[in-house]
């Protein structure tokens, strides 16, 4: 199945917070959109991994998407380097998305900058021909996404683009409230995290509404590029 958008997270519910948005638009319309998830979020003092993997199979239905995967990979330790590179260039080359986006490019937790830079290395490195990698004993050809975006998450920065989430903010909201282990519910027995406060659920509306304010919509998504996105008048940036 190729896609035209592929999402990767450090953490199940890491997208969610951040793009999802823009991704339940875009499926709306018809594109194929895929989510990746890094690791299992093992190491989150709520829950467990099998229950964040439910939650994310349940968002996953919310948002609409084709196809969701998980490497796996050992939260809180994962490296950028071959190995880990070299996982994520076959889910690229498996998929074949026109756009990556991925992890915020510095956050407060260690893994949102460590994914983000994994990410970006490995879309490059899945463009080179001469790095050979099978899927099913088969030899996969060589893909680069057009373009890599990183979204926003725990930071606030100044975005690059920002993108008109009208009418899906409660699509976004309904995926987040699928990890019903991680955000504010009254009613939980589990340890508070700075996630699982009603402050930090009531954020995801007024980021999602101040960045529409800017551009006046009622609510956006905002991103940063690694490259110029390009156009071929200047009207249609209106």
Known sequence: MKLDILAVGSHPDDIELSCAGV???EASRGKKIGILDLTRGELGTRGTPEIRDQEAAD???VLGVAVRENLAFADGFFTNDKVHQLKIVEIIRKYQPEIVICNAIRDR???????S????????????RKIETQ?????QEAWRPKQVYHYIQWQDMDPDIVIDISGFMETKIDSVKAYKSQFFDPES????????SNNFFE??????????RLIGTDHAEGFMV????????????I
């Open 23 to 25: 991704l339940a638009k």
């Open 59 to 61: 968002a996953a239905k």
């Open 109 to 115: 937790h260690p893994d949102h900058a460590r994914g």
């Open 117 to 128: 830079e994994l990410t970006s290395v490995s879309c490059f490195l899945s463009g080179l």
């Open 135 to 139: 899927l099913e004993g088969q030899q």
């Open 189 to 196: 027995n589990e340890p508070s995290t700075p996630i699982s």
């Open 203 to 212: 954020s995801i509306r007024y980021r999602a509404a101040n960045l529409g």
């Open 226 to 237: 690694e490259r110029y996105p390009a156009v071929d008048s200047i009207f249609d940036l």
